[in-house]
C-alpha cells in the first residue's frame, strides 16, 4: 500500500538578488509540479508566455529553489522491513533530507529515486526537503571538468553546456520552443512499506508458434527477512499463486494463450490488450499487454537497403509525427491533456509516434495511451543536436538512465525501436572543434553510442538498436540528410536550404523520420501571446514567439513563389497554414505512391509545448491546424493520389488494408467557375498492401492551359469514400472565380453541424472557431453547387459556435 506525498508543499528561493525583493518563502506548490508554474498561481510572475515575459522570467533558473512539507507516519507504517521512498522526474540536481538528514543525490531527471528511509524517520511528524540547484552552474562546472571540449546545441540551447546533464535538452530552449530552465518534481512521490519481500519488477516476453502465444512474466523480488511469501500471477483470466523461491531474486510464469487475439496498429486492426497483474507482499504491479511479432526488417533490395517495420507478419507503412514534450512548464501536463493529443493523432490516421532525443523519456500515461490506440512507438534514448561526453563517470550516469528506461517500458506493446540519439552522428560535422579533429569526436561518439547500444540489448533483446536519426545503418556515418536509399532520413532541404516545395518528389526515402514546413498559429492562438498592437508578424510579441531565427522571413519568401500575398494578419496566419499543409501533403502523398520504396512517413512535428510560430499540426491549445485535418486524408488507409511526372499526370490508388478493395468513382477536370472540361469514370482492383495506377494523362493536352482549371477526384470502396484535388498551376497563377459561400449553423438533436455550398469552386474552405473544438473536417475543396455538412465537435453553443465562427478560403485571402 502506497503513502502518497503528493500534493500540498512549500518552497522557499535562495541565492538570488532578485528574489530579496519578492519574498518568496513558504509559497505554496502543488506536485508534481513545477516551479514557474508555483510562482504564476501565487501571483509572484507574470506568465512567461505573454508577450515578451520570457526575457523577465529566468532568474527563476538562476535561483535556488528549496521545497519542503512535513508528513505522518503511525507505529505500524514504521514497524516494517524497509519503508521506500520513490521520487520520479526530479528535475535535476538535487539534494533529499529526511529529518535534517542527507539521505541521496540526484543528478538524472530520467531515472527515478528509490532507497530505505526507515532508519531517518519518526513515528510521528517527519519532514521531507528536496534543494533544487541551479542547472546552469552544474552545467558549466560540468563542462569545465571535461578533458576536451565537447560542443553543445549552440543554435538551439540558450544556455550553455546543457549536453553535460541528464536534462530535457530543450529546457534551455529550442527553435521552437522557449527558454525557461525549470525545476521540479514532475512524476510521484511516495512511500511504500514493505513488511517481507519487495516488488521490483515484472517483465514480459513472448514467444509464437502459428496464432498460438506463450507469454513468459518474470518477477523480479528482494527478499528482506527470512519469512515465506507468496505470489499471485494473473494474466487472461488464469491464475497462478506459489509460494516465492527464496533461494533466488526472480521467478518465471508461463501462460499459454491459443488463438490469440494481436495487437495491431492503428489502420491495420484492434490494438487488443490482456490485463496482467502481479501481486506481492501487499504490493501490485499491473499491466496491459498487446499480443504481437513485430521485426524491423532492413534487407538489401534493389534501391539499396529497406526500412520497413513488419508487425503479426504484415508490412506496415508508418504514418506519424514527431512528438515534443506536451508542456515548456511540466506542472501543467495532465492526463486528459495527453489523452486529447494522442486521440487526435489517431483521428488523422496516424499509427506512429516518434519520441524525439531532445526532449524526456515520457510518463506512463502516454505509453499506455498509445498501447490502447494502436499508436507505434520510435523511441529516442536523450540526446539531441549536440556531442556528448564519453567520460566514464558520464557513461556510467546514462547506462543506469538507459538500463531503467528501457525495462520500464519494454513491456508496452506500442514500443517499436530504441534509437539510440537525434542527429548526433550529423552533429559531428556541424561544430568547429569536430570539424577540425573528426576523427577524435567519431571515435567520442562511438564509445557513449556502443554503450548505448549494449545497455539496450541487454535489457530488451526482443527490438532493434538503431544508432541514431537519421542513420543510413550499422556503422554507417554517411550523409542520411541527403542519401535516400537506405535507413531513415531528415530532409530539410526544402525549409532550411530553401528548396521549392516539388522538391519533396525529387527524393525516394526508405523511412523519412523528420521533414516538416513551419506556419504561424490561429489567431485564436495569437490572442493568447500577444496584445492587439502586436497583430504583426514583426511586432516583438510575435517575433519573440518565432524561435527560428529565419523562420518568418521563410514563410513570407515561400509566399511570392505560390500564392497571392494575403490582405491582412488574419490571413496571412490563414495562408501559412495552407501552405504548411501543401508542402507536407506534397512530400507525404509522393512518398505514399512509391510504395513500397517508402515505408515510413513521421512529420516534424504534432503538437507545440506553448503557443509559438512553429512546424506542428495540432497548436498549443490543441486546436487543429489546417495540417491536422489534412494528414487526416493523405494518411487515411485508402489514398488516391496525383503524381506528375515530365510527361504525364497519373492518379494512383494507395491501399493500406488487410485486404483488396475494388474503388469507382469519378475523375473530373473542372475551370474555376465550375464547368467541366472533361469527365471520366474511374473503376479499378486494388490489392492489401497495394499501390496500382488507374488514370494516366499525357500533359499535352493541357499544355498552355495549365491555370484554366483543376483536377478532382472522388472514389469509393463502398464504405469509405475519399478524394484529392490537384493544381497544375501555383496557386498564384490561377485565374480564380470568386465563391459566393453560403453558411449556415444549425442544432440537429445533440450535434451542433455548420453545412456550407458554394456557387464556384472554393479551396481550402477552412473552418475556425475562436474557443475550443474542432469540425469533423476542414482545409477541403467545395465544388460549385456543392453542399457539404460538417460537424462541431466541442462544448460551445450554438449561439456560441455562430457568434465565434470564421470560414476562411483561399481566393478571399487575398481578393
Known sequence: MHISLNGQWSVDC?????????????????????????????????????????????????????????????????????????IEYLDTIAEIKINNHVIATSRNMFVALKLNILPFINVGSNRIEILLKRADL??????????????????????????????????????????????????????????????????????????????????????????SDQVTVNFADQEVVCELDLLNNSQVFSFVIEDAKRWWPAGYGD?????????????????????????????EDAVGSSMMF?????????????????????????????????TDAHAANMNMIRVWGGGIYEHDIFYELCDELGLLVWQDLMFSCALYPSTPDFVKNV????????????????????????????????????????????????????????????????????????????????????????????????????????????????????????????????????????????????EGHQKNGRGNSIITEMFTRYYRFPKSFEQMLYLSQVQQSVAIKTASEYWR????????????????????????????????????????????????????????????VVNDNRQAYEVSGELIWQSWAGDTLHQE?????????????VWSWDLDKIKGREDEGFFYVKLSNGDTDFNNTYFSAKAKQCRFVEPTLTIEVAQVKEVIEVTLSTDNPAFFMHLEYQGKGRFSDSS??????????????GEASLAQLKAGLTVYDLYHSYA
Open 681 to 693: 469514370a474511374i473503376n479499378a482492383s486494388i490489392e492489401a498492401d497495394g499501390n496500382v495506377e
Open 399 to 542: 547506462v543506469e538512465e538507459v538500463d531503467y528506461q528501457i525495462k520500464r517500458l519494454r513491456n508496452h506493446s506500442c514500443i517499436a525501436l530504441w534509437c539510440g540519439d537525434n542527429e548526433v552522428i550529423g552533429a559531428i560535422g556541424w561544430y568547429p572543434e569536430s570539424k577540425q579533429n573528426r576523427e577524435k569526436y567519431v571515435v567520442n561518439y562511438d564509445r557513449l553510442n556502443r554503450a548505448l547500444e549494449e545497455t539496450v540489448l541487454n535489457a530488451d533483446s526482443s527490438r532493434r538498436f538503431w544508432a541514431s536519426s537519421p542513420c543510413n545503418g550499422e556503422l554507417d556515418f554517411g550523409d542520411a540528410w541527403h542519401d535516400d536509399n537506405r535507413g531513415d532520413m531528415h530532409y530539410w532541404d526544402v525549409w532550411h536550404s530553401g528548396k521549392s516545395i516539388d522538391a519533396y518528389t525529387t527524393i525516394n526515402p526508405r523511412f523519412c523520420s523528420e521533414f516538416g514546413f513551419q506556419s504561424w498559429p490561429s489567431l485564436p492562438t495569437v490572442k493568447q501571446f500577444a496584445p492587439k498592437e502586436d497583430w504583426n508578424i514583426t511586432s516583438p510579441s510575435f
Open 271 to 299: 490494438a487488443h490488450l490482456y490485463d496482467l497483474s502481479v501481486s506481492l507482499d501487499n504490493q501490485t504491479i499491473n499491466k496491459k499487454i498487446g499480443l504481437r511479432e513485430l521485426r524491423l526488417i532492413t534487407e
Open 14 to 86: 535562495i541565492n538570488t538578488d532578485e528574489v530579496s525583493k519578492k519574498e518568496i518563502n513558504n509559497l505554496a506548490i502543488t506536485l508534481p509540479g513545477d516551479i514557474h508554474s508555483a510562482l504564476i498561481d501565487a501571483g509572484k510572475m507574470e506568465s512567461p508566455y505573454w508577450a515578451t515575459n520570457e526575457k523577465q522570467v529566468q532568474w527563476v533558473g538562476e535561483s535556488e529553489w528549496l521545497l519542503h512539507r512535513n508528513f505522518e507516519l503511525s507505529q505500524a507504517q514504521c514497524d516494517v522491513a524497509s519503508l521506500d521512498l520513490s
Open 593 to 652: 505512391a512509391i510504395k513500397p520504396i517508402n515505408r515510413g512517413i513521421l512529420y516534424w512535428q504534432l503538437n507545440d509545448c506553448w503557443p509559438v510560430s512553429s512546424w506542428s499540426s495540432i497548436e498549443y491549445d490543441g486546436r487543429w491546424k489546417q495540417l491536422h485535418y489534412q494528414t487526416a486524408r493523405f494518411f487515411a488507409p485508402l489514398l488516391a493520389v496525383f503524381v506528375k511526372s515530365d510527361e504525364t499526370l497519373r492518379l494512383q
Open 780 to 793: 477541403f475543396t467545395l465544388l460549385a453547387g456543392e453542399t457539404r455538412t460538417i460537424e462541431y465537435f
Open 138 to 227: 552544474a552545467a558549466k562546472a560540468e563542462a569545465e571538468k571535461l578533458p576536451f571540449p565537447i560542443p553543445w546545441a549552440v543554435g538551439n540551447n540558450k544556455v550553455p553546456h546543457m549536453n553535460t546533464l541528464r536534462k530535457a535538452q530543450c529546457h534551455a530552449g529550442w527553435d521552437w520552443g522557449i527558454c525557461l530552465l525549470v525545476a521540479g518534481v514532475y512524476g510521484d512521490i511516495t512511500l511504500t512499506p514493505i513488511e517481507k519481500t519487495r516488488l521490483v519488477a515484472v517483465q514480459t516476453d513472448q514467444v509464437w508458434q502459428g496464432n498460438t502465444c506463450e507469454l513468459s512474466v518474470s518477477v523480479e523480488y528482494k527478499k528482506l527477512n527470512t519469512q
Open 310 to 342: 513488419e508487425v503479426n507478419g504484415f508490412p506496415i507503412t508508418a504514418k506519424g509525427a514527431n512528438w515534443i514534450p506536451l508542456d515548456a512548464m511540466p506542472g501543467l501536463n495532465s492526463d486528459q491533456r495527453y489523452r486529447k493529443l494522442l
